[in-house]
């Protein structure tokens, strides 16, 4: 009974403890399971030396204190799990007690169990404890293993417990038929295969995920008739592997699917590759292994066409675009711009670009047009810049944009000094109205980044000067946090009168992340006194935001921003300032639904009238990419008040709705109540309560041939106040084959106001009006246009061809003269690679490369199909020169190379009489090439090879130490002297050394 009863009490508290502290996936565990516990043996009594203690903890005083000297042990298959169980006696009194250990059935402990021990006080017990593992079990496992100290009685008297964790090796291979398979011409479906192999000892859980960024593949089953679904959760054997067979399709997407880009579209292909990509990955579905070990690999399946216009332009050139457009043709006032623009890619890697605008809106012959014209040529060399036309200073004070110069010089790439000046409104002019120059300095390293400016502005037309100054510093510390400041000075004479002003700027900024991936702050004031710069206006600028991330799914906003500025009226200034208050709630969903409440509270203050506003919104937003469809949704309701008067709290509700549907999309917009800042509007709009709400719709279509192109714009908007109004706008394109793109664009409106609408002084004055009220009338307007764009390459002047066009045909050269005759076919599905760019032959053979660069480029010729031993005799180089434009690609017959793997075992051998496995073995032919072959059931192998010298040889790599080749590395030379070669391969087992020994007729041994 005692024994069954200290049995319990072991059961009993191990449960209590497994209960209470679940054992987690960390280097930290906690606790496990409770295994099976082992019957105590015959309590024995042991008495053992003491080892004294040197410290009491306070905790651990007047008690037993246990423990393991190690409270996790790592092992492996085959090895001991050892540690040290340690028992010291902090009570006042000789303690005895038994030990008893609890590991797993079938295990064995090598410790003294249910040994009574006798503990003087302050004395320390050390009893090794070696376990030995019975158990199969897999990796990644622990263990828990205790140690339970009792009484003669069974009364518990202390317990304690560590860990065996014996760790899983993770390794498997993902495999792919081919890392790159081109499609043959009119074909849908590409078989293709998928291979794992788990490399590790352990029985492993694999997790295949199968995906492509451009959503233009779909993969089918190997029956090529269901779709293929991921991800695939499979399990293998230790050094088990698996093949998943499936088949490629492109997916293409459906006519007006989604929007073109109207500027770029190019309806007709140039013939350059499209490459359609797979990704594979590949990891443990078990979370405890999720992140231990992964792997991937890629396919890219490959439509190549018969012609690939490699360069646009046959030669070095200009590239220029053309686009002007004509507006309002059948007015009185037609109006037309032209737009010139281009960039040139230089060989020693600059970039020149250059670009205007020319606006021509008089009936009679001007120099307006050209005067004020938009242009800027610039150059970008990897030292330098300069630009040259319409350019911005960037000097703050001053007016920034005009004609001019500016540059750059690079020291380094974080250090550089520059120069401008830039005058206005016309650069050329002897003395222009504006004018301004200085230098700039940019240096940055991983502490600090500067920037500053210094400048001289002068303004003819106010006869003043102004000299500015300013910097801008980044400081950066801690990794994630940056601190900034901006000053600036300026000095301005009025030369007339030698009036001087002397003005400044303060500022700065911070940004960093207290903590992170959580807390982020973004912190920036500015302040511009009213005398800096040219301009009299003084500014205060501030912003704060902090954003908090909450289990990296909520995010919290908060957003403020102030603009404070004073301005005159009336020969009054006015402190102006506009204060906004936002706090946002972000929460993205995993159907990549976007929502987020927040609320506002702001503040303006417009010629000392203040409006407070604030109130609730709600935003909701959503993209399925995959349909292409997305919508938001946006409401916003509060309160305006005008702070200064009696005014009530006036409730205002503004709303909008937004869907897009492929190619349409539908905007619809409502405003209620009482949304103005100004004092005689608000006052106005509080005697009604306005309303308006606006519709528009988008749509565009592309027609069967693609190089039409129709889409239109259509709103309506009504207004409490200003009444109705509609709009229809269409436009149709056409783009030609040549590069050309035409458009016609109309404009029709009509609008009628508001049905006895008054001036605002009517209602603000509380007046009645003296004329007659006309009725309000639809008035309408039509608009036409024309546009026309074409992008063309001027042709540089003086310079010899850069560039040709190659023609390839690929046939059966049957009788081997590498010239194509009559009788000889084309070969269709044959892939030319030359430095990279490729073109596969089409039904009648044929393939080109245009507008390619003269030079020496690497040749490549193969087919997509299995040709049964026809090579490419070509070169491996081509020098291509502007006499280059026919090359032919002749396919000859190989040699037909067979053979057979021969095995031949020793006879005593004790496992002689097992049949070894020939079949898999790899065939290799080298020359500057490789052609190899595997070996099938039989050991029977074959291989085509053109005409050259080869090495032959098998892969010994899989013999192992008892098996070898009696010859290998057979040097070949294949000419056409022979059809068929038969070389066979033998592999012998070594012979074993024999003892025989020799007994006679009465079973006596012989010595001999």
Request: glycine share 6%; aromatic share 16%.
């Amino acid at each position: 009974m005692k024994r069954i009863a200290l049995n319990i009490i072991f059961l009993i508290y191990g449960c209590v403890l497994w209960a209470q502290e679940p054992v987690i996936d960390s280097a930290a565990v906690k606790t496990d399971s409770v295994p099976s516990l082992s019957v105590p043996g015959t309590p024995k009594t042991e008495t053992t030396s003491a080892v004294t203690t040197p410290t009491i903890k306070p905790d651990d005083a007047n008690k037993l204190v246990t423990r393991f000297t190690n409270q996790v042990v790592e092992f492996k298959k085959g090895e001991l799990i050892s540690n040290v169980f340690v028992v010291t006696n902090n009570l006042p009194t000789v303690q005895k007690f038994y030990i008893d250990f609890t590991i797993p059935i079938e295990w064995k402990v090598i410790a003294k169990n249910h040994i009574l021990y006798e503990l003087q006080p302050g004395d320390s017990l050390i009893v090794p404890v070696n376990i030995i593992p019975r158990e199969k079990f897999k990796g990644n496992t622990r263990f828990v293993f205790y140690a339970f100290l009792s009484d003669d009685k069974g009364k518990n008297l202390g317990m304690n417990f560590f860990y065996g964790l014996i760790k899983k090796n993770i390794r498997w291979a993902l495999t792919v038929s081919d890392n790159k398979i081109y499609i043959p011409n009119r074909v849908e479906s590409i078989p293709f295969n998928i291979g794992i192999i788990n490399e590790s000892t352990e029985e492993q859980d694999i997790y295949l995920t199968a995906s492509s960024f451009k959503k233009n593949i779909l993969i089918k089953d190997s029956a090529d008739i269901k779709d293929a679904h991921f991800p695939i959760t499979l399990t293998l054997k230790p050094f088990g592997d698996t093949l998943f067979y499936f088949n490629f399709h492109r997916f293409k997407e459906p006519r007006n699917f989604r929007l073109l880009d109207i500027e770029d579209y190019i309806p007709y292909t140039t013939g350059e590759a499209k490459k359609y990509r797979l990704n594979l990955n590949s990891y443990s579905p078990n979370p405890a292994e999720n992140k231990k070990f992964r792997t991937g690999n890629k396919i890219d399946f490959v439509e190549l066409s018969d012609s690939w216009e490699v360069n646009k332009y046959g030669g070095l050139v200009i590239p220029l675009i053309f686009d002007a457009n004509m507006f309002n043709l059948l007015g009185d006032q037609p109006m037309m711009t032209i737009n010139l623009r281009g960039e040139t890619f230089l060989r020693d890697s600059s970039i020149l670009t250059y670009q205007t605008q020319l606006t021509y809106f008089s009936n009679y012959f001007t120099t307006v047009p050209y005067e004020t014209a938009l242009y800027n040529l610039a150059y970008y060399h990897k030292r330098f810049y300069i630009q040259f036309g319409n350019v911005n200073s960037g000097l703050i004070g001053t007016y920034q944009t005009g004609k001019g110069l500016r540059g750059e010089y690079y020291f380094s790439r974080n250090h550089r000094i520059g120069a401008f000046y830039v005058a206005s409104p016309q650069l050329f002019k002897f003395m222009p109205s504006i004018y301004s120059y200085g230098l700039t300095h940019y240096y940055e390293n991983k502490i600090i980044r500067i920037n500053t400016i210094l400048g001289r502005s002068t303004d003819q037309i106010r006869n003043t000067n102004t000299e500015i100054a300013t910097t801008n510093a980044t400081f950066k510390f801690l990794k994630s946090h940056s601190f900034g400041i901006r000053l600036g000075g300026s000095h301005s004479v009025q030369n007339d009168s030698n009036y001087t002003r002397i003005g400044y700027l303060l500022g700065f900024h911070y940004s960093g992340s207290p903590i992170k991936n959580v807390w982020s702050v973004n912190l920036n004031g500015n302040y511009t006194s009213l005398n800096f710069g040219v301009f009299s206006n003084e500014r205060i600028t501030a912003n704060l935001g902090n954003q908090v991330t909450v289990k990296k799914k909520w995010i919290v906003k908060q957003q403020s921003n102030l603009y404070r500025y004073k301005q005159n009226y009336s020969n009054l200034n006015f402190n102006n300032y506009l204060l906004n208050n936002q706090l946002f709630v972000n929460r993205i969903s995993h159907a990549n639904l976007l929502y987020n409440p927040y609320l506002f509270y702001n503040v303006s203050r417009i010629y000392d009238f203040t409006v407070h506003s604030r109130g609730l919104g709600f935003n909701v937003s959503n993209y399925q990419l995959d349909k292409n469809i997305r919508y938001f949704f946006n409401l916003r309701s509060g309160y305006n008040q005008a702070m200064d008067t009696a005014s009530e709290n006036y409730f205002f509700t503004q709303a909008s709705a937004f869907l897009q549907i492929r190619t349409f999309s539908f905007l619809v917009r409502y405003n209620l109540g009482n949304l103005s800042m100004s004092k005689q509007s608000f006052f106005y709009n509080s005697k009604k309560n306005p309303q308006s709400i606006g519709l528009s719709t988008r749509y565009q279509y592309q027609f069967k041939n693609p190089s039409f192109v129709y889409q239109q714009l259509v709103s309506y908007s009504y207004s409490s106040f200003n009444g109705n109004q509609f709009n229809f706008t269409p436009e149709l394109m056409y783009f030609s084959k040549t590069g050309w793109r035409f458009r016609i664009f109309s404009e029709i409106n009509f609008s009628k106001n508001k049905k006895n609408s008054l001036p605002d002084y009517y209602y603000y004055m509380n007046q009645s009006p003296n004329d007659a009220i006309k009725e309000p009338q639809w008035n309408g307007n039509f608009y036409l246009g024309m546009g026309v764009r074409k992008e063309f390459g001027i042709p540089m002047p003086f310079v010899k061809p850069t560039h040709t066009s190659i023609h390839f045909n690929a046939f059966y050269d049957i009788n081997g003269n590498g010239k194509r005759d009559g009788s000889e076919p084309n070969i269709e599905n044959v892939v030319v690679r030359l430095n990279g760019w490729e073109v596969m032959t089409n039904e009648n053979g044929t393939c080109e490369l245009k507008n390619i660069p003269l030079g020496v480029y690497p040749l490549q010729a193969f087919s997509v199909i299995d040709l049964k031993g026809w090579f490419p005799n070509i070169s491996d180089t081509l020098i291509v020169n502007k006499n280059t434009n026919q090359i032919n690609i002749p396919f000859v017959r190989g040699v037909k190379i067979t053979g057979r793997v021969f095995l031949q075992r020793d006879p005593n051998s004790p496992t002689a009489d097992f049949k070894l496995d020939v079949s898999r073995i790899k065939i290799i032919a080298n020359n500057h090439k490789t052609y190899t072959a595997i070996t099938d059931k039989t050991g029977y192998y074959e291989l085509y090879l053109p005409a050259g010298k080869y090495t032959l040889s098998m892969d010994e790599s899989i013999l192992g130490k008892r098996l070898q080749v009696l010859q290998n590395n057979f040097e070949l030379e294949i000419n056409d002297k022979f059809d068929n070669l038969f070389i066979p391969f033998y592999i012998v087992e070594k012979a074993r050394k024999l003892k025989v020994i020799r007994f006679d007729s009465n079973g006596n041994r012989i010595d001999e």
